[in-house]
C-alpha cells in the first residue's frame, strides 16, 4: 500500500505549505556557507543566555512538581496576569480571562482560523502578507482576497472596493487579517489614520479584524516613535480586534509562547479547540518566560534590540546602496526584520534565487506572499539575523547574482 | 457587540471540548483539601529534576544560538534520530523520514484528523476511550461510532458489526483510533491474538489505524511482560498504522514532546499541516528531551516509574479493597495510570461526583468516556500522582460519598 491520496480529508489533499518554512528547510540542507536573508529570525546573539540559565535552574529545583505538570489549557495563571500588565504598556485594556497563551502567534492565527472560518468564507489579508497566515487560513479552506497597501499601509479605497466585489458575488467575508506594525513582509507601518478609519470601516461592514503584532516593540527611533505602533486593539471599542503577539521576536522563539487578546466569549471557544490541539503550551517554557517578564529581563532587552536591528538594517541599507541602488528600489523599513525590495525590469523573484544561490545567499521570493499570483518582481531580505558582516557579504553576493542574471539576459 | 455566534465556523460552533481537560479546570478552581483521582498526571516526584537541571544549564550556554531559535518543522534531527532507536527497542523499524515530532501526542491525535478525516466520515473508537481522542476527531466533524471491548481488549466481532453496519449506511469508515496498552480510561491490554487479527482486518476492510500509545513502558511485572505490550506498528507490514506515542509519561509533560510514526508520504503531509499550526514545537524542551534520552536518563527512570505506579496500583486496590469491595467492581490494572470501576446498581457517575466533590475527592466520570450516550455506572480512578496516604484517604472519603449516595437513595 503507497497511496494514501484515497484517506485524505478536503484539507489534507490541498494543505497549503509556508513558503517561509519551506525555504528554512532548503536553508538547513544547503551545503557550504550561505548568507541567509531567508528566514525572519532574531539575532541570537542577543538572547539573554545568562539570565535564561539562571531563570531555569530556579525552577527546576523539584520544589514545584507543577514545573514540568501539565497545565490549564488557558495558559500559566502568573504569565496570563503579567500579560495584562505587558498590554496595558500598550494602552490596551484587558483582563486575564481575555487571554489565552498560544503555542507561537501562529496557533493564534490557526485557532482564530478553525474557530472563525468556514470552509469557502473570504478572508482579507494584505498584498503581501505573512506566509504563515496565507498558509493557518487556506489550511481551514478560507478564500484569501488580497487588499493593496500604500507606503503608509493598507489602501483603504481598495478594501472597500474589494469587498463591494465580494459582497456582489455573494461571498462572506468575514475577517481581515493584518500585520499593522513593520509588516511582515513589506516592513511597512500602518498610520494612525488609517488604523482609526479601519476601525471604522469594521465596524460599519461588520468585519472582525485579526490584528498580528510581533514587531511593534522593535522600531526604529530615528524614524518611528512608540506612539505610531499603537496596536487597533487600544482603541477598540466594539471588540472587532482579535490581538495577537508572541514573545518570540522578544525574548526567544525557541520557547514558542505567543498570545491572544480577544473578547472572553471568543476566548472560551480558543481555549476548547486548543485542548484538542495540544492540550496546553509548553510548561516549562511559559514559567521561563513569566520569569524573564517578572524579573525585567524583557524589558531591558527591548532598547538593545531596537538598536541592534537599527543598526543591521543601516548596514544593509548601505551595502544595498553601494552595490545595488541602480538596480533594486525600496522603502527604508522604521522597524522589524524586513527590507522589501522591487527587482529592475525583467527580473523575476524565482529566476535570481537560483543564482542566487550557486553565488551563496538566499532569500525569500516576494510572489510567495501575494494571495493572487502576483509579485514576482520583488524579494524579501531579512536583516535580523546575519552579523553586520555577513549582511554585506550577503549584498555583495546578491549584487553578483543579480549581474549573473543579467548577463544570461543579454 | 457581545455576541459572536455568527461569525463562527461549523468547527467553531460545535466545539467538543474535552472532559478531563473541563476537570482539570474544576480541581485547579476548588477550594481546600481535594484528593483528585482525575486527571492522568505522572508523579512529579519522579521527575528527574537534578539531571534536568544539569542538562539544562549544559544548554543555555550560548554557545549554540539555535537552542532558542526557530527550528525545523519535522523536529530536532538529533531527536527525530534517537527516536529511530527508542522505536527499535520496540521492534518499530522506521527511518528518520517516517517520523515527526508533535507538541504531545494530542497533535498526533489532531495532525491525524485534520490530514485525513471529512466531514461526516465514520472514525471507530473503543468503548470508552480517551477523551483528548474524542475531542479531536469531532472537531473535524467526524462520527465517532463505538466498538464494545471485552477483557483482553477490542471486541473484533463488534468490530466487523459496527463496519457493517456503518457501511450498509453508507458511511466512510475511515480510521480506527485505539489505546492497546493500559487503555485511557479501563486499563486494559489488548491481547497479542487480537493485535494480530486486527491489524488482518484492517487490511480487509481498507482502514487506517491511529495507535496510540503513551502507557507501553509503563507494564507491572507482576502481571504483564513488555512482549505483551508489543505495538500493532511492528508487525505493520502494509503500512495501516500510524503510532503515537510520548514523553509526557515516561519523562514530564510540560515538555509537550510526542511523536507519531507513519509512512513517509503522510509524514509529509503532517509536517505541512503543523507548519500552519504551530510552526515547530518547543526547541528548547526538544533539546533537553534529546540529551535526557541521549544520556540514559529516560531508560534509567523505566524501571522506577514501574515499581512506583505498581505500588501505587497495590495501595489504591487495597484500600479499594478494604472499603468498597462490596460496592464497586473493577479489573486490575497490568500497567497505566487508572482503575476503571463499576458502581453498584442505582448509583451514576454524575450524581456521585456531586457528592465525591463535596467529601474532598474527585474523579473523571466514566460516562466522558463514551461516545454512545453510556457509561454512567463508571468511574475512572487515577492512580498516578497522589501519594500512597492520599490515595488511601481518597479511596476513604469515596466511599463515604458513595454512602451518603446511598442513604439519599433510601
Known amino acids: 500500500m503507497t497511496n494514501y491520496d484515497r484517506?485524505?480529508?478536503?484539507?489534507?489533499?490541498?494543505?497549503?505549505?509556508?513558503?517561509?518554512?519551506?525555504?528554512?528547510?532548503?536553508?538547513?540542507?544547503?551545503?557550504?556557507?550561505?548568507?541567509?536573508?531567508?528566514?525572519?529570525?532574531?539575532?541570537?546573539?542577543?538572547?539573554?543566555?545568562?539570565?535564561?540559565?539562571?531563570?531555569?535552574?530556579?525552577?527546576?529545583?523539584?520544589?514545584?512538581?507543577?514545573?514540568?505538570?501539565?497545565?490549564?489549557?488557558?495558559?500559566?495563571?502568573?504569565?496570563?496576569?503579567?500579560?495584562?500588565?505587558?498590554?496595558?504598556?500598550?494602552?490596551?485594556?484587558?483582563?486575564?480571562?481575555?487571554?489565552?497563551?498560544?503555542?507561537?502567534?501562529?496557533?493564534?492565527?490557526?485557532?482564530?482560523?478553525?474557530?472563525?472560518?468556514?470552509?469557502g468564507d473570504v478572508v482579507l489579508v494584505e498584498l503581501p502578507t505573512f506566509t504563515g497566515g496565507i498558509a493557518a487560513f487556506k489550511n481551514v479552506q478560507a478564500e484569501l482576497v488580497g487588499v493593496k497597501q500604500q507606503a503608509d499601509g493598507l489602501d483603504l479605497d481598495d478594501l472597500e472596493t474589494v469587498w463591494q466585489r465580494e459582497r456582489r458575488a455573494d461571498k462572506t467575508v468575514k475577517l481581515l487579517y493584518i500585520i499593522p506594525n513593520f509588516q511582515n513582509p513589506t516592513?511597512?507601518?500602518?498610520?494612525?489614520?488609517?488604523?482609526?478609519?479601519?476601525?471604522?470601516?469594521?465596524?460599519?461592514?461588520?468585519?472582525?479584524?485579526?490584528?498580528?503584532?510581533?514587531?511593534?516593540?522593535?522600531?526604529?527611533?530615528?524614524?518611528?516613535?512608540?506612539?505610531?505602533?499603537?496596536?487597533?486593539?487600544?482603541?477598540?471599542?466594539?471588540?472587532?480586534?482579535?490581538?495577537?503577539?508572541?514573545?518570540?521576536?522578544?525574548?526567544?522563539?525557541?520557547?514558542?509562547?505567543?498570545?491572544?487578546?480577544?473578547?472572553?466569549?471568543?476566548i472560551e471557544r480558543f481555549d476548547t479547540a486548543k485542548q484538542s490541539t495540544d492540550l496546553t503550551s509548553g510548561i516549562l517554557d511559559q514559567r521561563i518566560v513569566y520569569e524573564a517578564v517578572r524579573r525585567g529581563v524583557v524589558d531591558r532587552l527591548a532598547p538593545r534590540l531596537r538598536a541592534l536591528y537599527r543598526e543591521k538594517r543601516d548596514v544593509m541599507e548601505q551595502a544595498l546602496r553601494e552595490s545595488l541602488s541602480d538596480r533594486l528600489t525600496w522603502a527604508s523599513p522604521k522597524g522589524g526584520f524586513f527590507v522589501w525590495a522591487t527587482l529592475p525590469p525583467g527580473q523575476t523573484d524565482t529566476e535570481l534565487l537560483d543564482r542566487a544561490l550557486e553565488h551563496g545567499v538566499v532569500y525569500v521570493t516576494g510572489s510567495a506572499f501575494f494571495v493572487d499570483g502576483s509579485g514576482h518582481d520583488t524579494i524579501r531580505l531579512s536583516f535580523s539575523a546575519p552579523s553586520p558582516d555577513r549582511i554585506i557579504e550577503g549584498v555583495s553576493r546578491l549584487a553578483a547574482a543579480l549581474s549573473a542574471v543579467e548577463m544570461q539576459h543579454r
Chains 1, 2 share one sequence.
Open 7 to 119: 484517506f485524505l480529508s478536503p484539507v489534507g489533499r490541498q494543505l497549503h505549505e509556508s513558503a517561509i518554512r519551506r525555504m528554512g528547510t532548503v536553508v538547513a540542507r544547503a551545503k557550504g556557507d550561505l548568507v541567509s536573508f531567508a528566514p525572519g529570525y532574531p539575532d541570537s546573539t542577543l538572547f539573554p543566555w545568562d539570565e535564561l540559565r539562571e531563570i531555569t535552574a530556579s525552577l527546576l529545583t523539584g520544589a514545584d512538581g507543577s514545573t514540568l505538570q501539565y497545565g490549564p489549557t488557558r495558559g500559566y495563571q502568573p504569565l496570563l496576569d503579567a500579560l495584562v500588565g505587558v498590554l496595558e504598556a500598550r494602552d490596551i485594556h484587558v483582563s486575564a480571562d481575555e487571554l489565552i497563551i498560544t503555542s507561537g502567534s501562529q496557533q493564534g492565527i490557526d485557532l482564530a482560523a478553525r474557530v472563525l472560518v468556514s470552509p
Open 187 to 266: 516592513g511597512m507601518l500602518l498610520s494612525l489614520e488609517k488604523r482609526h478609519r479601519l476601525l471604522e470601516w469594521a465596524e460599519r461592514r461588520d468585519i472582525l479584524i485579526v490584528e498580528d503584532d510581533p514587531y511593534g516593540s522593535l522600531y526604529f527611533d530615528d524614524v518611528a516613535s512608540p506612539a505610531e505602533t499603537r496596536p487597533l486593539r487600544a482603541d477598540d471599542v466594539n471588540g472587532r480586534v482579535l490581538y495577537l503577539s508572541t514573545f518570540s521576536k522578544t525574548l526567544a522563539p525557541g520557547f514558542r509562547v505567543g498570545w491572544m487578546a480577544a473578547p472572553a466569549s471568543l
